[in-house]
């Protein structure tokens, strides 16, 4: 090992932190992210192709061979949307990033999420706000308007009043912080919904149905709140619950 130390030119040394370099960055990139859970099922596509070689397992490993000889296209087809932003973010965020956010209590960001919630029902002002858990929401964050701020009851209510210019789309928080508002999301097309439920409420199911996000729902037609999770929805819920259930669900 110590000889061949000896044998590395400084080229070799700036390949090495390089690629090093560039392997971190795609890392910090899609983790987090959906792309993060598709890359670790072809991981497992990947072992179970080296297995099923090794094993000799001939029509699996013929089906994974044939798979795997246009994996080229299919990572491009399956990741077209995060290669656009990973490209977008390397031309815009910096290289390295020294500044640290400070980060709020979990209590207290349920606690004003809470609040916020109980009081815009009691006003009958409309608003949804999803949680990121492990599924990252980046890509519905795009056409929305990027903040980076504490939560706070006072402004979640300022963001969802009807005069606000962003009080349309949902307000995503990310490891405690508000990090997007006016935020499109898919809508679920379940057949079977509520024919009461409007926007918000389809939204809410849509991206809990496609991530693991946690969505509160608050209806301006009837001033109640609503729980969405996994494209499942608790109406009705009072702040007491709200609080206990976001202690379960939402973990940073």
Known sequence: MIELLHQLRPQDALDIGIITFLVYRALQI???????????????????????RTLGLF???????NFLSSIILVIIVI????????????GTAPLFSTLERSVQRREDVIEEVAQAAMALAAKRVGALVVFQ????????????????????????ESVFLPHSPIH???????????TAVRC?????????????????HRAA???????????IVVSEQEGTVALVMGGN???????????????ELVKS
């Open 233 to 247: 929805v608790t109406e009705n819920i009072d702040g007491v619950r709200l609080r206990s259930a976001l202690r």
């Open 30 to 52: 899609v983790r987090g992210s959906r792309a993060m859970q598709m890359i670790i099922g072809l991981a497992v596509i990947l072992v179970a192709y080296v297995s099923s």
């Open 184 to 200: 499109l999301l898919p809508l679920s097309t379940n057949p079977h919904l509520r024919k009461t439920w409007g926007t918000r």
């Open 133 to 156: 858990r492990d599924v990252g929401l980046s890509e519905f964050m795009e056409i929305g308007t990027r903040l980076d701020a504490w939560v706070s009851r006072e402004l979640l």
């Open 205 to 215: 199911l849509g991206v809990t149905e496609e991530t693991d996000a946690v969505a």
């Open 168 to 178: 349309d789309g949902a307000l995503v928080i990310q490891k405690g912080r508000v």
């Open 59 to 65: 029509t699996l490993s013929w089906i994974l061979d």
């Open 79 to 90: 990741f077209q949307s995060d290669i656009r932003r990973a490209l977008t973010q390397v």
